[in-house]
Every structure is written in structure tokens, then in C-alpha cells.
């Protein structure tokens, strides 16, 4: 056996089990894209000029981007630095919510802010284990 194959079993010469992320993450990551396309539709949407928002925008679409593709994974880490964009991203939303008064963007921003709690909620809730009660 070549040691390529070797680390591919479970070391009684079957496969190694797959490892499925739990639905939360997966549900979490699928909405973490969500907020990536809102970034870009951020960009795409007037004003026209680049300015701080604009960095605002291309940088954490990116982060997001990024941790969407690793936070099936489940590594700590990453739902910690998710959490802290996203809690940048709430002060902002806030922030722009009093300064913009236009209804359909104020909707978007409260729409934003849930999808963030939603987000929140999903990666930090404890994972129930088979023989755990259910209360």
C-alpha cells in the first residue's frame, strides 16, 4: 500500500468515512453567499463614485466569499472571524439606516440585519450529540 492510499483508509484497509458537515453550517455557509451578493449588488448600486463603501464592500464580499467555503468545515476560527465582520457589518447597517432615509434601502437594511442574526444563530448554536435529551 502507498502511503497515498494508506492515509485514504481508516486504517483497517476500508475507505475512511466521509465527514458531512452538520445542515446548520451548510445552511450558514448558503447564507453567507447570500451576503456576498449583496455586497456586490452594494457595488453596483448608485452612487457611482469609489469611495470608502466601495473598499467596504469589495473587501468583505471577499472575506465573506472566503468563509463561505471554509465554514462547512466547522473550525472555530473561521466562525469567529465570521462573527466579527458580521458584527462590523451590523454597526454599519445601523449607522447607515439613520443616515439614509429611502424605504427600499432601509428594508434591505432590516432584511440584511436578519439574515446576519440568522447567520449568527446557526454557527454558534450547540450541536445536539444522538445521545443528548431533548428538553
Known sequence: MTETTASRTDG???????????????????????????????????PY????????????????????????????AHRVLLTVLLGIQLVGRCVVFTL???PWIRVLLVLGALLTIAVLTLIWRPTRRAGDRVR
Open 12 to 46: 483497517k484497509g476500508g475507505p475512511a468515512p466521509t465527514v458531512v458537515p452538520p445542515r446548520r453550517l451548510r445552511t450558514a455557509a448558503v447564507l453567507v453567499w447570500v451576503l456576498v451578493v449583496e455586497h456586490v449588488f452594494a457595488l453596483v448600486t448608485p
Open 49 to 76: 463614485e469609489v469611495g470608502v463603501e466601495h473598499v467596504f464592500h469589495l473587501t468583505f464580499g471577499a472575506a465573506y466569499a472566503w468563509l463561505a467555503l471554509r465554514l462547512p468545515a466547522g473550525r472555530r
Open 100 to 102: 439614509i432615509t429611502e
